[in-house]
């Protein structure tokens, strides 16, 4: 009989079968492969080590495509077979074994690599920690921890504010398997992706977890600034204070996730000018027009508001237009409606008493604002008809300037 290590005499026929045995459930225990993965990695090894025992034999270059090999699992025993014939030469033994035994070794690690790739196939979209394990070229090279899985963090994935070190420990998002011609399988993570904080938010927020509260949206520029727009189906749950935590500690704990990232949390609504105005948060808006067949809104905000509202290079502007999805135009007036939403406030010198998020009352007042101007225009230029002035006088407006935020800035 013909043993992965040779002839076994009778006499040791036993001990082999039961260290054959051990050893196959032992490598299948340690490496976390399935027994029947690691025999078929020893058949295509025994097919390769005849093929070359063949070759260097008699000098023949076979095909193992019509060859087949049998490894019977309890007692190690081998045959290679063609056409269903027993044809393992007599010399079989110690020398395939020696060349089998690589070639078993590279098998077990693809499928190895290929067990650890399905099992984080299904972690694609969910946080892990990993550890940097080394930096080659900007590349991000981690430790994920399954059998010394390592997960790729290109440069396009990391947060370029950030600083990376030897053993630190991260939070990854795991974004994507890919299969790299030459390198085999690559875990991607990330931690610029905007579903990085998402992410964040539902390991750190309960009520999001248990789907209570829902991210709606979110836009985010990695590494300084991050809108999330958030809604509850429970009417007694507040989105934005559960996603802000008592004295603010859970969105403390994200950002110093983020190292100092900025965090707005705003509240949905299906009222497309409510979510605008409340996406320009801190910003505090008077009026909202919407163009629907343009798909742009121009806001209104007083004029201590408009570089607020439009934030530093653009940005507040910016990551608004992300979260709606509306072209957003700031409008900077001289007035806006006081605090209690009943009188129009007008002039440079008049009190800045403002409403901070866009509701149904504000859009009355305002409504009510715009016609009163309107009629009371309307009654001039009545009395002027009347008393036979000249047509061609022209009313003196109101200056405002008006502010375009950038539609393709990224």
Known sequence: ????????????????????????????????????????????????????????????????????????????????????????????????????????????????????????????????IGTVFRMDNGVVVMDLGKNRTQGIMPQGEQIQTESYRLNQKLKVLVKDIRQIPGRGTEIIVSRSDPQFVAKLFEQEVPEIAASTVIIEAIAREAGSRTKIAVSSKDDKVDPVGSCVGQKGVRVQSIIAELFGEKIDIVPFSIITEKFIAASLAPAKVTDVELDKKETRAIVTVPEDQQSLAIGKDGQNARLANKLTKWKIDIKGGTGSLDATGLTAVDGPDAKSKVVGIWDAEIKKTSDKVKKAKEEKAESEQSEISETGEDDSVEPIEEKSEEITSSDNAE
């Open 1 to 128: 009989m013909i043993g992965l290590g040779g002839f076994y005499p009778p006499s040791i026929l036993i001990m082999a079968m039961t260290e054959f045995s051990a050893a196959l459930n032992q490598v299948a225990t340690e490496r976390g492969i399935p027994v029947e993965s690691v025999l078929e990695s020893i058949k295509m090894a025994l097919l390769t080590a005849y093929k070359k025992d063949r070759k260097e034999t008699s000098g023949e270059d076979i095909e193992i495509e019509g060859y087949t090999a049998e490894l019977n699992a309890d007692t190690g025993e081998v045959k290679i077979l063609l056409e269903g014939k027993d044809i393992t030469p007599s010399g079989f033994g110690r020398i395939a074994a020696q060349t089998a035994k690589q070639v078993i070794l590279q098998k077990i690690r693809e499928t190895e690599k290929e067990v650890v790739a399905s099992e984080f196939r299904a972690k694609v979209g969910t946080i892990v």
